[in-house]
C-alpha cells in the first residue's frame, strides 16, 4: 500500500484509539471496547513493522479498497473465516437489494418520454448509476460508473444516488446541482475514487440539457444518423471546483439517446480485441430506429456473440431515452 495511504491510515487509527480510550476509562467493564482497542494496537504495530496490509494466512495483499474502509482487516477475501465469509455474503446479498430498490422502474414513462434500462452487476453489487428523477420541467436523467468494483464502489453509488435525489428536490439550476454534487463527493471520498457521470435535464418539448463528466460518449440517434457527443468536463471527484460545461441538443419525436457504462465497451474476446465505441456505434446506426428494448437487446446479443466464452469482468449498465412523441 502507498505510504500516502499509509499515513492516511496511521492518523485515522490514531483517532480511533484515542476515542476508544476514552470510552474504555468511562465504562471499563465492557470487554467488547477493549476488544476493539486491542486490534487497533495490532494495526498500528503492522503499520509499524512493515506487514500492514499483508494477510495473515497467504502472505499476499490485502484488497486495498477493504483496507481503506477497514483498516483492522487482517485476512484477504480468499482467507476469511466461515463466519466472516457468512457475515460478507449476508452484507452483499442486503446491500443487492437495496441497489436494486434505487433503480427506476421498468415502465418508465413521462411527458411523451420513454425509458428503457438494463443494469446488471458483475458480481452482486455494482459501481453503475442509473437513476430518473421527475420534476415540474420534465425529468433528469443520470447514468454513471464509479471508479473500482465491489462494495467499496456500491457504497459510493448509493452516496452518489442520495446526493442527486436530495439536490434534485432544491430545484437547482443543472450546472449548480452538478457542481453542488461534485463537491460533496470529492469531499467524501479519498484519492483516486471518483466516477464517470452524465447528468441531464430532458423537457416535453424535446429539449435537453446535459453535463458529461469525463464519461463515454453519449449517441443522439435521429433520422439523420447517429451523432456522438463526447464527455466536456472531468470526472466526478478528481477536484472539488471542476467546471462542467452544459450542452444542449434537440429531440425530434422518435429520436433516441443511448447511454451506457464501459461495461460494454470495454469486453474482450478470445483474440484480446476490444469491443470498443465504433461497434456502439454502429449498432446505433443500423437498430436506432427499432423500438428502445429492441435496441438494448441487441447491443446486449451483439456482446454475446463477440465475446461468447467471456466472464463479465465489470458493471454494465445501459440507458434508451426515446422521444416518443
Not at 477475501?77 to 449476508?90: G, M, V, W
Not at 436494486?100 to 421498468?106: D, T
Not at 421527475?134 to 452516496?159: I, P, Q, T
Not at 468536463?233 to 425530434?252: K, R
Request: glycine content about 6%.
Amino acid at each position: 500500500m502507498a505510504t500516502t495511504e499509509q499515513a492516511y491510515l496511521r492518523t485515522e487509527l490514531q483517532v480511533r484509539r484515542e476515542r476508544l480510550t476514552a470510552a474504555t476509562q468511562a465504562n471499563p467493564v465492557d470487554a467488547s471496547l477493549k476488544k476493539l482497542l486491542a486490534s487497533v494496537d495490532a494495526a498500528l504495530s503492522r503499520l509499524q513493522n512493515g506487514t500492514f496490509g499483508i494477510c495473515e494466512e497467504c502472505h499476499e495483499s490485502i484488497e486495498a479498497d477493504r483496507l481503506l474502509n477497514n483498516p483492522l482487516l487482517r485476512f484477504c477475501l480468499d482467507h476469511l473465516s466461515q463466519e466472516e465469509q457468512r457475515a460478507l455474503e449476508k452484507d452483499l446479498v442486503l446491500a443487492a437489494g437495496i441497489q436494486k430498490a434505487l433503480l427506476p422502474r421498468q415502465d418508465w414513462a413521462v411527458d411523451g418520454w420513454q425509458a428503457c434500462y438494463h443494469y446488471q452487476p458483475a458480481n452482486l453489487v455494482s459501481g453503475d448509476y442509473c437513476d430518473l428523477i421527475e420534476n415540474e420541467d420534465g425529468f433528469l436523467f443520470l447514468l454513471g460508473d464509479v471508479s473500482g468494483k465491489g462494495v467499496a464502489a456500491s457504497m459510493l453509488m448509493s452516496h452518489l444516488h442520495a446526493t442527486f435525489r436530495t439536490l434534485a428536490s432544491q430545484k437547482l439550476p443543472l450546472q449548480k446541482m452538478v457542481e453542488h454534487a461534485n463537491r460533496l463527493f470529492a469531499d467524501s471520498t479519498t484519492a483516486g475514487q471518483f466516477a464517470t457521470m452524465i447528468v441531464g435535464s430532458a423537457r416535453p418539448d424535446g429539449k435537453v440539457t446535459y453535463v458529461s463528466a469525463g464519461h463515454l460518449p453519449l449517441f443522439h440517434i435521429s433520422d439523420e444518423g447517429v451523432c456522438a457527443r463526447e464527455a466536456t468536463g472531468v470526472p466526478f471527484g478528481m477536484f472539488c471546483t471542476a467546471d462542467f460545461p452544459v450542452c444542449g441538443l434537440t429531440l425530434a419525436p422518435g429520436d433516441k439517446l443511448l447511454l451506457y457504462t464501459d461495461g460494454l465497451t470495454e469486453v474482450f474476446n478470445a483474440a484480446g480485441e476490444e469491443f470498443g465505441i465504433p461497434r456502439v456505434r454502429a449498432l446505433a446506426t443500423r437498430l436506432g430506429c427499432t423500438e428502445p428494448r429492441s435496441l438494448l437487446n441487441a447491443c446486449l446479443e451483439e456482446v454475446h456473440r463477440f465475446a461468447p466464452s467471456s466472464a463479465q469482468a465489470d458493471d454494465l449498465t445501459l440507458l434508451v431515452l426515446h422521444r416518443s412523441h
